[in-house]
């Protein structure tokens, strides 16, 4: 899912405009591509933009096994008949898989989740990179849980305070990009969860 300012909202094909990006704190370079996710809906709602895409670093492998799923059909939630019983392809492919909350002490390494912003600002062209980072091997430590699951968690747990407290207001169904940012910012560092800005314009050519 993609969102232009003069097209609106269209889909392309999976893991489309392939692109290296610079992950900031030892990352380093990883392969992107565009995968659906929510941001693309509720940004362009509330946030002028004139391009909004949503991309994961999957990897060639991964991205491999999951075209080989699709081919197969082993991607399909519509039942089928196999030997008198009903079932969703999908279905035996997750039984098959381990779970994963039980796959964060074999992890090792960092995950990256951050917004990448390019524009202008007081007529100058600026571009920055607002992430979290989150250590594997720390979160498995703090929290006993791996860090994507980390990542995920601490957002409805500090929007929930921000809604507690009355710093967070609204009626009806809001997405976070209709809130003040800042409040929620401010409270990643302290609950041990900072947010980082990497300044990533270009200095000017003479």
Not at 57 to 80: A, N, P, R, Y
Not at 131 to 145: F, L, P, R, S, T
Not at 158 to 182: N, S, T
């Amino acid at each position: 899912m993609i969102w232009e300012k003069d097209k609106g909202w269209f889909t392309t094909e999976p893991f489309s405009e392939h692109e290296t990006f610079e992950f900031p704190e030892g990352i380093g370079p990883m392969d992107v591509v565009n995968v659906e996710h929510e941001e693309v809906l509720l940004v362009p709602r509330w946030i002028k933009a004139k391009r909004v895409t949503f991309k994961y670093g999957l990897g060639d492998q991964f991205i491999g096994v999951l075209k080989t799923l699709h081919m197969l059909g082993l991607d399909k939630k519509e039942k089928i008949d196999v030997k008198g019983v009903q079932v969703a392809p999908r279905d035996i492919v997750a039984a098959c898989l381990p779970d994963p909350a039980h796959l964060g002490d074999k992890m090792h390494g960092k995950t990256c989740a951050g917004t990448w912003v390019r524009g202008w600002k007081d007529g100058k062209p600026r571009e920055v990179y607002l992430y979290q980072v989150a250590d594997n091997q720390d979160c498995m430590e703090k929290w006993g849980c791996q860090a994507v699951v980390v990542q995920t968690a601490f957002n409805p747990v500090i929007a929930m305070d921000l809604l507690e407290h009355g710093q967070w207001k609204g009626a009806g169904v809001l997405g976070p990009e209709a809130l003040d940012p800042i409040p929620f910012m401010e409270k990643m560092a302290e609950y041990g969860f900072p947010y980082r800005i990497k300044e990533m314009t270009k200095p000017a050519v003479d």
